[in-house]
Every structure is written in structure tokens, then in C-alpha cells.
């Protein structure tokens, strides 16, 4: 599942403007497709288990994907992880006997809304939801209301806060990137890591007062670009990475890094089709009858396809440790009208990076990101 999710994040990745930041949760795409994946069927299922490396369509894979979440959640008052999945339905629908039961594996709030008698009111409530779900740090999902023939909106979102085993040390550092040499804030600690040097890059563990959390910062030699370091993780795969630096031995480093505030905000549709998903968005041949029969809705009917999937992100990376947040939100449609539907060694990160923020026993990706400009950052 987790080397499912790590493939994901790096074929979206790979999709990104090279000389740009991205910042995705491969863990919070997959959970929120889990949810449309479950009511599929036919071809429809089989490329959704293609592009997401998913297992096969079972009450089994149903509880692993599930439970995949409550493991990766904690709260020790300064350390959390929180995983929320919720279930918005049009109010004048019934799921298909069965799928209510199997998405109960990701303990998902269902709650039913009235998208075509007030569309504006029920996108402001899933609004509201996905604000008090990431403590404030994704306020919308939503910028505009959502179409008044939506069947059903399939959100997931996670929450991270925690600090560092020990603060580190603010200051000033040069980074090179795109826009150039710049100045920006930094954090530094002196201290023993676990570290790989390996062809092409270097890669530390940074120690969070979690164990069971790290960061891991993958830095590309000099002339060597980060796209090049993407493509060989991408091929190798980051389990492989997870593991070695899990086996690696202790260095005194001096590691410096920027202080990150980063965001990204993305409309998935295209990259899914440019991966190979195009019947889930086609109105003629997405099959998601295990989830809700072909129906009339607010003057559309037919099947049900995929409108619009939506995920934004948060990550900000201090001296006091790291605070971040995720979205997925996937909403369908039914068409306009019914249709037939045929068949003290230097670690200095003074350059574009590569950061992953894991859940350690699981190798679950909960943040991975290409840094090219810190982004804006108060000193």
C-alpha cells in the first residue's frame, strides 16, 4: 500500500513544471480515491487499481487502506497526525446496499447535503468541514459552489504537527535556485544522523520527537539536477531509500536546511487521464455502480462519473519542527440528461531538494515534496 502511494506521488511529481516547488499527499489521494475505488467496476476499477497500485477491490483492501490511517495517527499533545475521511451525499440519493458498510473501514463521517436546492450552502459546508479538519491551515477546498447535479463528494484530509527531538538553531543561508542566489531564513543542528550517500545525492533522516516520524531530505550532488534524483527514486522506489537509511549508520552532521512555507493547490483530472484514468471522468464509460445506480438528479440523469478532483496542500518547516496539511476532495456528477452508455560533515540544503515526511513503521508518504524556492517565510 505505502509503495503504492510513494509510485503516485512521483508520477504526479513528474507531471509538475520541472523549476517549480510541488508539494502533494500521496497518503491523502489514495485514501480519498480508496473511497471512489470501492464502488467501481469493470474498466472503470481496473484502471483505478493501474494508476494507484491498488490491490484488488475487496472487503480486505478495504481494511487494509483503512487501517493504513489508524496506524500512521497519533496525538501525544505535541506531536499529531490526524486522518479524517467524510462522505457528502446528495440528500435525495441511496448508495447501493453494501458500499456504506465497506467505506465504514475508513471511519468516514457521512453526512447528507442538498447540492440541487442549495449548492452554495451545502460547498460551504464541506467547506467548514475540511477548515476544522486541518486545524485552519486549508480554509476551502472549494472556491466555487459545486454543480447542483453532484451525487457525492468523497473527501479525505490529514493534519501534521510535530516538533523536532530537539529545537534547532534559526539564521541565514544561501540557496541557488531558479530565481538564483538568494538569501533566506534557515534552521541548523549539529548533531548525529542517519545518512546515505549514494550516486548521485545525499539523504539524511531529520529526527522528529516522534520516533515513529521523519523527515527525509534527499539532496542532489552539485550539477546534478533534481529531476534526475526524482526519476531514480521513482524507478528504485522510496521504500528502498526508507529502508537503507533505516539500516544506516549514525554521522555528526551539520545540517542546514531553509525554512519552508509552501502550498500547492491542484486540479487532478488531467494528470489521472495523463496517467491512464480516463473512463472514471468519462460520462460515457465510468462504471461506479457499486457505489450509486444510473439516477435522476436536478434535471441531469444517467451514470455517474468523476467531475473534478481537487488537492491542496500546506507545509511549513521552522526551527520548532513541521506543520502540514492535506486534502482530496472527489466530487460526481450525473450529465445534463440521461445518456447511453456503451460497454560535522556539511549537509547544507543551499539548492532544489527533495523532502518526505513518512510515517517510519509503515513507510506511508505523508508529504512529498520538490523544493525549488522556500517560498515566503518570515524570519
Partial sequence: MSAGSSALGFDLLALEPKDETALFSPVSISTAFGLVYLGSRGRTQAQLRETLRFGPETDEFARALGGLQRRVERDTGRTVVNVENAVFKAAQ???????????????????????????????????????????????????????????????????????????????????????????????????????????????????????????????????????????????????????????????????????????????????????????????????????????????GGGAVFINQVIHKTVLDLDEIGVEAAAVTAIDSIVPVSAVQRPDPVPFIVDRPFILVITHAPSGAPLFIARVTDPGEVDG
Avoid: H
Fill in 93 to 299: 440519493l441511496t448508495y447501493q446496499p453494501g458500499y456504506a458498510a465497506r467505506a465504514g473501514a475508513y471511519d468516514a463521517t457521512f453526512r447528507d447535503l442538498d447540492f440541487c436546492g442549495d449548492a452554495e450552502g451545502a460547498t460551504d459546508t464541506i467547506n467548514s468541514w475540511v477548515s476544522g479538519a486541518t486545524n485552519g491551515l486549508i480554509e476551502t477546498v472549494y472556491d466555487e459552489p459545486l454543480n447542483i447535479r453532484t451525487t457525492d463528494v468523497l473527501v479525505n484530509t490529514i493534519y501534521l504537527r510535530a516538533p523536532w527531538s530537539v529545537p534547532m538553531n534559526e539564521g541565514e543561508m544561501e540557496f541557488t535556485g531558479p530565481a538564483g542566489r538568494l538569501t533566506v531564513p534557515s534552521v541548523s543542528e549539529l548533531a548525529s544522523f542517519r545518512r546515505l550517500d549514494r550516486p548521485g545525492f545525499d539523504a539524511i533522516a531529520l529526527r522528529f520527537e516522534d520516533p515513529e516520524l521523519e523527515a527525509i531530505v534527499v539532496l542532489p550532488d552539485r550539477g546534478q539536477s533534481v529531476d534526475a534524483i526524482e526519476l531514480a527514486l521513482a524507478e528504485s522506489g522510496l521504500p528502498k531509500l526508507l529502508e537503507d537509511i533505516a539500516a544506516a549508520e549514525f554521522t555528526r552532521s551539520a545540517v542546514e536546511l531553509p525554512k519552508l512555507s509552501i502550498s500547492g493547490s491542484y486540479r487532478l483530472k488531467d494528470k489521472f487521464i495523463a496517467l491512464g484514468a480516463t473512463d472514471p471522468f468519462d460520462q460515457y464509460t465510468a462504471d461506479f455502480g457499486g457505489r450509486l445506480a444510473p439516477t435522476a438528479l436536478c434535471n
